[in-house]
């Protein structure tokens, strides 16, 4: 084999220029490939980073029914204390999870006094939303970012309130919240932050303490609407989902039936339909990439059979068996990939150094100075390489298997 | 037993709805270690009689067997592999790979249709390139040698297996005389030192008459053979 492939070597150098210009064809779209991925895979893993750590968390737990009316936050589709239990009960034996948060969330009129509007209530317990979101301290702009989370008493406000209401820290404001019953209630608060905005869910989200929450609500019982979830290896987001929805799924109400749902971080944003579109578009430049290979070696190996005919002729007649004869062809091949894999891999693993040197920022949405850090993963890298190697060796098949079946006389006396 | 038998050989090519026959019906035996030309004008037959006998083509009726072995049974792998073990080519267009050097060459069907141990290999190559003249130059790829040089070195390579039959077609078409004879000689000097039978074909008279047997043909019909001295009194 050793022979066939130094053969091979011998053959690609024949043709210097042309073998040159192939492999750069390789080379460039490997590069094109493996850039894309990296610089998509790490826009995309700020983003969900973004969304999962600052406000979703990986995973939430839900009374069943509450995702399909959570636009209107509905307080009667809320965890029971015994159920809360249960769930905790659960999540503190679980160790996929790092840390938990339960969320009491409610919808309320937000008043300076002089102009009112509506915002939506995010009753936490400071530190355990710290544990569970803690990129959420990261969007306080204007208020103390050490100590705690958030005093009683206290509200952390979205930015977009703070401007069109003129808030500042330390101004006092008024919510009112309905209760399930029906019932009224107003409290005042203290601004402890103002609070910047990300794309998507989390524009109008103000935080209170989850006591306060449902003080203002007169909840009797310490009733909860969601338990955001942090995850110890994001990566293990299906494996870990499923394992909850397993453990939870003896949580049963009156009837028998699961009383509760467990929600990825990709059902509650619409970031999500983003994230997709990327691996979408990944997955066309992979098949560009494909054609690429396929077609210029093709082209490459078709050529240099036809260039070769009386020699295929000659070695064929002195007894080259014809295996023999196919496995130099598809060994050219086979090199014109590998060398562009190999120089297109180290230019592409050069470049992802560079770019994470460099340190390239970009802005999305209300979020500014976004840093790339693009990587790439052994398994995307070791599947580009098999992809690009085995096109190469697929597209030298047809022009190696004619070479293999050319009539000796016929091949000596091409012209 | 002669090592080539041919017993009323037909071969017929068909070109649409026209059939030629190239050779009609012929019958001759080949003798181990002799040195055989064929002879005829173009278009005689002597390529297609010869791509026969080297198992590159099946005759169309009639038996022709090479080495006790009916060259009709083969298959296209059986017929490369009888090639590689038993027969040795020498072109008229030399057909050196390009790439290699003329040991590379020599040493090609040693590495790639049999398969021998390197010290093995560069002793058999080394005797050759020393046979044919050419152990200077064994570094040299085909375009740095003249015509007579790579038609040395296709003789190497052809012998460098040790078959039994070496098969050349025209090997001194492209040379001018005076190499043309050389290339003659040494392939005689080669059956000598070797017993390898020689088979070859020629339109050039003057080295027709070094064959020991000449088999003369004309339009695919042998017209009779002859012994070296009956062709060069005639």
């Not at chain 1, 619409?270 to 093709?298: C, G």
């Not at chain 2, 077609?169 to 050389?182: C, I, K, Q, S």
Request: some cysteine; overall charge neutral; proline content about 4%.
């Amino acid at each position: 084999m050793l022979n066939v492939l130094k053969m091979a070597g011998r053959n690609l150098m024949r043709y210097q220029r042309r073998t040159l210009l192939t492999s750069m064809l390789i080379v460039i779209g490997i590069v094109a490939v493996l850039l894309f991925i990296s610089i998509t895979g790490s826009f995309k893993s700020v983003m969900i980073g973004q969304f999962t750590d600052s406000v979703l968390g990986d995973l939430e737990v839900h009374e069943k029914g509450y995702v399909a009316s959570i636009d209107n936050l509905p307080l009667d589709l809320n965890m029971s204390a015994a159920v809360t239990s249960k769930v905790e009960g659960t999540l503190n034996r679980d160790k996929a999870i790092a840390a938990y948060s339960p969320r009491v969330k409610l919808p309320a009129m937000f008043s300076n006094f002089t102009e009112t509007t509506s915002i939506r209530i995010n009753g936490i317990d400071p530190k355990m939303e710290d544990a569970t979101c803690p990129l959420l301290r990261g969007r306080i702009v204007e208020g103390p970012k050490g100590g705690p989370l958030l005093k009683r008493g206290e509200i952390l406000i979205p930015v977009l309130l703070a401007r069109g209401l003129k808030l500042k820290v330390g101004d006092t404001i008024v919510l009112v919240a309905t209760n399930r019953e029906g019932s009224v209630n107003g409290k005042t608060f203290v601004v402890g932050g103002v609070l910047e905005s990300i794309s998507g869910p989390g524009g109008r989200d103000g935080y209170i303490d989850i006591a306060d929450a449902r003080e203002l609500l007169r909840m009797t019982n310490p009733e909860v609407s969601e338990i955001a979830i942090r995850l110890k290896d994001p990566s293990q987001l299906n494996q870990a989902t499923t394992a909850l929805r397993k453990d939870i799924s003896g949580i049963t109400g009156k009837d028998r039936k699961p009383v509760l749902e467990v929600h990825t971080w990709a059902d509650l944003s619409p970031f999500a339909n983003l994230a997709r579109m990327i691996d979408v578009m990944t997955l066309f430049i992979k098949i560009t990439l494909v054609a690429i290979v396929l077609v210029s070696v093709m082209n490459v190996m078709i050529m240099a059979v036809y260039e070769r005919i009386r020699e295929i002729g000659a070695i064929s007649a002195i007894g080259t068996p014809p295996g023999r004869i196919m496995a130099m062809f598809l060994s050219e091949g086979l090199l014109l990939g590998l060398a562009g894999t190999v120089i297109g891999t180290a230019i592409s693993l050069a470049t992802i150094y560079a770019l994470n040197v460099w340190k390239i920022s970009f802005t999305f949405g209300q979020q500014q100075n976004i840093v790339l850090a693009p990587a790439i993963g052994a398994g995307d890298v070791a599947t580009i390489a098999i992809l690009v190697i085995g096109m190469a060796v697929l597209a030298s098949l047809q022009p190696a298997w004619k070479a293999a079946r050319m009539d000796p006389i016929g091949a000596l006396r091409h012209v | 037993m002669s090592l080539v038998n041919a017993n009323n050989l037909v071969k017929t090519y068909r070109a649409g709805d026209i059939e030629v026959q190239a050779i009609k019906g012929v019958d001759f035996a080949i003798e181990r270690s002799s040195f055989v030309s064929f002879v005829g004008p173009s278009g005689s037959g002597k390529t297609t009689l010869l791509n026969m006998i080297g198992c590159l083509d099946h005759p169309t009726s009639g038996k022709l067997t090479v080495l006790d072995t009916d060259i009709s049974t083969l298959g296209r792998r059986e017929a490369a592999e009888f090639r590689g073990k038993h027969l040795g080519f020498v072109f008229q267009d030399f057909n050196l790979i390009p790439v290699l050097s003329a040991y590379e060459n020599i040493e090609y069907p040693l590495l790639m249709v049999q398969s021998w141990p390197a010290e093995k290999r560069s002793q058999r190559i080394l005797t050759l390139l020393e046979a044919v003249g050419m152990k200077d130059q064994g570094g040299k790829r085909p375009d740095q040698l003249s015509g007579g040089q790579k038609q040395r070195v296709a003789v190497a390579r052809a012998l460098v297996t040790n078959p039994e039959l070496v098969l050349a077609d025209e090997p001194t078409a492209n040379l001018d005389h005076a190499t043309a004879m050389r290339i003659i000689e040494l392939m005689k000097s080669m059956r000598d030192e070797y017993g390898t039978t020689f088979v070859f074909s020629t339109h050039d008279p003057k080295i027709m008459a070094e064959a020991e047997v000449t088999f003369t043909l004309e339009d695919g019909r042998l017209q009779g053979n002859s012994n070296a001295e009956e062709v060069s009194h005639a």
